[in-house]
């Protein structure tokens, strides 16, 4: 599966933005989708993951309440929406495809189940 992450760019603390990352084949609806972060001299993160018919979700405390994964099968495609972003926000997110997600039933934070990835999308967020 390629993945192309796009809808980055600069926003004010206290803003909002909506990531896309659209899939190139079919079989995005059997995939479980995570996204991910780094941010400069860290490691890449965790951020929220989706089940494979998007029933389930499950986030990283640090975006609780603050960010909302879902997805649409039919158009090959996986939304971050974020609000009340901070500072430390900013990151290079990466969407990701774990393509064992109906399989398995899982929809997680685990870096290695995840075996495709978008290009990295920029969010910055000022102070």
């Known amino acids: 599966v390629q993945l192309q992450a796009s809808g980055g760019g600069l926003v004010q603390a206290g803003g909002s933005l909506r990531l896309s990352c659209a899939a190139s084949r079919r079989t995005f609806s059997s995939a479980a989708m995570g996204w991910f972060r780094q941010a400069p001299g860290l490691e890449r993160e965790f951020v929220a993951a989706i089940s494979w018919n998007g029933g389930s979700m499950y986030y990283a405390d640090s975006v609780k309440g603050r960010f909302t994964i879902s997805r649409d099968n039919a158009r090959n495609t996986v939304y971050l929406q974020m609000i009340s972003l901070k500072p430390e926000d900013t990151a290079v997110y990466y969407c990701?495809?774990?393509?064992?997600?109906?399989?398995?039933?899982?929809?997680?934070?685990?870096?290695?189940?995840?075996?495709?990835w978008g290009q990295g999308t920029q969010v910055t967020v000022s102070s």
């Open positions: 990701a495809a774990d393509p064992d997600g109906r399989r398995t039933g899982r929809y997680s934070g685990v870096m290695e189940h995840y075996r495709s």
